[in-house]
């Protein structure tokens, strides 16, 4: 089974504050990880994936993330938000035996000028 | 079409009558995912398709839930006596080979009365 922990339902930041996302996965097998935006009333889109490689990966609008085996997590960061980041962030977890994606709850990102 | 087709975008139906969800996924992927996304909440696995393989209907809440696909082409949702609680945003993705990047569509919202 693989499981998703978004820790915080709601982050509200001002702008150009450095924001952290925080999330954590369980598996019993190895993963891929990604992050994934939607902003309101439109689809979700991918943000950064983890594959294999190096352990920090970038994705688009200056977001990057971090994955940390022993800890089990991979925790979004950008170091200056911007009004355009407000938008609910999703992490999920896809277990290389499994097939299939499972998210995690959601962060609501708010950025205030 | 270039990206994954949801129809109909918007679906207001009464209790008790069954709906019918279109997903026209990208040419070429061989995974077909569906999600439930209930307002305010995360994204709730329904089933999984790849290839010709059988399903994985692990995510569907009840046998009123059930989703058809033929070959690699597009699938149906259907829900049938619908309840209130069945009112969500139902999100279906495609990927190719092992589906690993999802691909969102737009999503098909659903209000039961």
């Known amino acids: 089974a693989q499981s998703v922990t978004q820790l915080d339902s709601q982050v509200p930041v001002f702008e150009e504050a450095p924001v952290e996302l925080r999330c954590n996965y369980s598996?019993?097998?190895?993963?891929?990880l990604f992050w994934y935006v939607q902003y309101p009333n439109q689809g979700l889109q991918l943000l950064l994936k983890?594959?294999?490689?190096?352990?920090l990966v970038k994705g688009i609008n200056g977001f990057e993330a971090e994955f940390n085996k022993s800890q089990t997590s991979f925790h979004l960061r950008k170091p200056s938000v911007h009004i355009s980041d407000t938008a609910e962030y999703f992490c999920?977890?896809?277990?290389?035996?499994?097939?299939?994606?499972?998210f995690g709850q959601g962060t609501i990102l708010t950025v205030h000028p | 079409g270039a990206g994954v087709s949801q129809s109909p975008s918007n679906k207001v139906t009464e209790k008790g009558k069954d709906v019918e969800l279109r997903c026209d996924p990208i040419?070429?992927?061989?995974?077909l995912y569906w999600y439930r996304q209930r307002l305010g909440q995360g994204l709730e696995f329904l089933i999984y398709?790849?290839?010709?393989?059988?399903?994985?209907k692990s995510g569907l809440p009840s046998d009123r839930f059930s989703a058809e696909r033929t070959g690699e082409s597009v699938s149906t949702l259907t829900i049938q006596r619908t309840q209130q609680e069945d009112s969500a945003v139902y999100l279906c993705?495609?990927?190719?080979?092992?589906?690993?990047?999802?691909?969102f569509g737009e999503g098909s919202r659903l209000t039961v009365l």
């Open positions: 999920a977890v896809f277990g290389t035996s499994y097939g299939k994606l499972t």
């Open positions: 598996s019993s097998v190895s993963v891929y």
């Open positions: 983890y594959l294999s490689g190096s352990t």
């Open positions: 040419s070429g992927h061989t995974a």
């Open positions: 398709f790849q290839g010709n393989s059988a399903p994985d």
């Open positions: 993705a495609s990927a190719s080979g092992r589906g690993r990047e999802l691909f």
